[in-house]
């Protein structure tokens, strides 16, 4: 009997470990769901201020129903998430979807973020650049609300998709090429004041359900008054894709925008990430890596694998493209424009 006294005792001891350990699980819920309930309370009540720009999108949208479906969210309705917000899929209706971007507030980036996101995108309407429904302003957070992409991000649908996905084929591709440069080109020459992206990359570029490219994230963007060179400001965005005058100046120019669509470029070339890990053990980097392939005249060495056909002609002549982006002396690298009118003619011929 006596035996049994510290297995009864073992026993209870774990039986009020996990009554307690429960109990402290139901008030972590019940204080996360009162936060929330709050949240929209306050939302309501007025604290909160909804913004809706006039489309056939919105016209149904009510902050109300927006703000509940919002606070809905969780974790497998993220699409993506970076330094500056989490971007979630909202579904109001069987025939409308919203990607929301959600930044809280309380840190000064973030709102930093939202103020230049806001500034950068309000005006703008182009078929290559994602478009901007509406905005809402809480004591709490502050939400992007975008059109909704069906085919994701460039990145995803490159390096991330299932066994079962197709490969991107070489047109594919190349519309792709053009749809991003034709937004950058007008985020450059069109708008008043001209807006420089500061964080071009594969994730940012996202594709409608034609697969055609959209420019996203303007997060770190700046804005520049027509005849000014450069912007003073901290070097920022992706490792991989910045041009190397970042780190020396701390100025913010288009050319800076023109480098890191050089580097997207070799991404639809080669199918390889800037920070693939072969690089990585080698000691370099794609951008290094191509350069010394097409100096030996092996372009067609460096294609990604998963093209099965392809133009010789046509690829060495985009290579020959993203080369010019990625010059060194940012005064020798084309315009936007100029990228976008080659761009075009490869294609043409």
Same mark, same amino acid.
């Given at each position: 009997?006596?035996?049994?006294?510290?297995?009864?005792?073992?026993?209870?001891?774990?039986?009020?470990?996990?009554?307690?350990?429960?109990?402290?699980?139901?008030?972590?819920?019940?204080?996360?769901?009162?936060?929330?309930?709050?949240?929209?309370?306050?939302?309501?009540?007025?604290?909160?201020?909804?913004?809706?720009?006039?489309?056939?999108?919105?016209?149904?949208?009510?902050?109300?129903?927006?703000?509940?479906?919002?606070?809905?969210?969780?974790?497998?309705?993220?699409?993506?998430?970076?330094?500056?917000?989490?971007?979630?899929?909202?579904?109001?209706?069987? $025939? !409308?979807?919203? *990607?929301?971007?959600?930044?809280?507030?309380?840190? %000064?980036?973030? +709102?930093? @973020?939202?103020?230049?996101?806001?500034?950068?995108?309000?005006?703008?309407?182009?078929?290559?650049?994602?478009?901007?429904?509406?905005?809402?302003?809480?004591?709490?957070?502050?939400?992007?609300?975008?059109?909704?992409?069906?085919?994701?991000?460039?990145?995803?649908?490159?390096?991330?998709?299932?066994?079962?996905?197709?490969?991107?084929?070489?047109?594919?591709?190349?519309?792709?090429?053009?749809?991003?440069?034709?937004?950058?080109?007008?985020?450059?020459?069109?708008?008043?004041?001209?807006?420089?992206?500061?964080?071009?990359?594969?994730?940012?570029?996202?594709?409608?359900?034609?697969?055609?490219?959209?420019?996203?994230?303007?997060?770190?963007?700046?804005?520049?008054?027509?005849?000014?060179?450069?912007? $003073? !400001?901290?070097? *920022?965005?992706?490792?991989?894709?910045?041009?190397? %005058?970042?780190? +020396?100046? @701390?100025?913010?120019?288009?050319?800076?925008?023109?480098?890191?669509?050089?580097?997207?470029?070799?991404?639809?070339?080669?199918?390889?990430?800037?920070?693939?890990?072969?690089?990585?053990?080698?000691?370099?980097?794609?951008?290094?890596?191509?350069?010394?392939?097409?100096?030996?005249?092996?372009?067609?060495?460096?294609?990604?694998?998963?093209?099965?056909?392809?133009?010789?002609?046509?690829?060495?002549?985009?290579?020959?493209?993203?080369?010019?982006?990625?010059?060194?002396?940012?005064?020798?690298?084309?315009?936007?424009?100029?990228?976008?009118?080659?761009?075009?003619?490869?294609?043409?011929?």
């Amino acid at each position: 009997m006596g035996g049994s006294t510290p297995m009864v005792f073992y026993i209870t001891i774990c039986c009020v470990a996990f009554v307690a350990s429960k109990i402290v699980v139901s008030l972590l819920c019940y204080k996360r769901w009162a936060k929330k309930r709050r949240i929209i309370e306050d939302s309501l009540a007025g604290e909160g201020k909804m913004v809706m720009f006039r489309s056939p999108a919105t016209q149904a949208l009510s902050a109300k129903a927006f703000v509940k479906n919002t606070m809905k969210l969780t974790n497998k309705d993220i699409l993506g998430s970076g330094g500056y917000g989490t971007v979630y899929k909202l579904v109001v209706d069987e $025939s !409308t979807a919203f *990607a929301v971007k959600k930044l809280n507030r309380g840190n %000064e980036n973030r +709102d930093l @973020g939202f103020e230049r996101e806001l500034n950068a995108m309000a005006d703008i309407k182009h078929r290559n650049i994602v478009t901007l429904h509406g905005y809402y302003v809480a004591p709490q957070f502050n939400l992007l609300i975008y059109e909704l992409m069906p085919n994701g991000s460039l990145d995803a649908l490159l390096h991330r998709r299932s066994p079962e996905e197709k490969p991107l084929d070489w047109e594919s591709r190349c519309r792709i090429a053009v749809g991003a440069a034709r937004g950058l080109s007008y985020l450059h020459h069109d708008c008043i004041p001209h807006v420089i992206h500061r964080d071009i990359k594969s994730s940012n570029i996202l594709l409608d359900r034609n697969l055609e490219a959209r420019v996203s994230d303007f997060g770190l963007a700046t804005l520049m008054e027509p005849g000014r060179s450069h912007v $003073s !400001t901290m070097a *920022a965005g992706t490792f991989g894709y910045l041009p190397p %005058e970042y780190f +020396d100046t @701390g100025r913010a120019t288009t050319k800076g925008d023109v480098y890191s669509f050089g580097v997207v470029l070799l991404e639809l070339l080669t199918g390889k990430r800037p920070t693939d890990e072969s690089f990585v053990e080698e000691g370099s980097k794609l951008v290094t890596w191509v350069k010394g392939v097409m100096e030996d005249g092996r372009e067609e060495h460096a294609v990604d694998s998963e093209l099965a056909c392809f133009p010789a002609e046509e690829v060495k002549k985009v290579f020959a493209v993203a080369d010019k982006c990625l010059e060194p002396d940012p005064s020798r690298r084309p315009t936007m424009i100029e990228v976008l009118k080659m761009l075009e003619q490869t294609q043409s011929k």
